[in-house]
């Protein structure tokens, strides 16, 4: 079973930066398909940014040039660095883990609980 655990979420002012991290439970990273996604009160969840087992990455066109998604896979944690943030980039971020060809609609199996980035 694979276990997730976001952190790094907060109240930023628009322009600003974070970086959310995504821990994980044994060798999670160099096995899956590793992905951000977002919800927002009354959206849909949608596709934020994926890294493939060979490291490539995909991002959806609403944050391309300003997010960038990364992994360590010794430390097996999830990163994503977040530029330039704008007030529609408000939402729960959730990191998740997948199998099987690796974009923003992989059926993404394991969740973690969210880290909540609101912008102002």
């Known amino acids: 079973h694979v276990q997730l655990v976001e952190s790094g979420g907060e109240s930023v002012q628009a322009g600003g930066s974070l970086r959310l991290s995504c821990e994980g439970s044994?060798?999670?990273?160099?096995?899956?398909?590793m992905g951000w996604l977002r919800q927002a009160p009354g959206k849909e969840r949608e596709g934020v940014a994926s890294?493939?087992?060979?490291?490539?990455?995909t991002y959806a066109d609403t944050v391309k040039g300003r997010f960038t998604i990364s992994k360590d896979n010794a430390q097996s944690t999830l990163y994503l660095q977040m530029r330039s943030l704008k007030p529609e980039d408000t939402a729960m971020y959730y990191c998740?883990?997948?199998?099987?060809?690796?974009?923003?609609?992989?059926?993404?199996?394991?969740w973690g609980r969210g880290t909540q980035v609101t912008v102002s």
């Open positions: 998740a883990a997948g199998r099987g060809h690796c974009d923003l609609q992989t059926d993404f199996q394991h």
């Open positions: 044994g060798r999670t990273y160099d096995k899956w398909c």
């Open positions: 890294i493939a087992m060979d490291g490539r990455s």
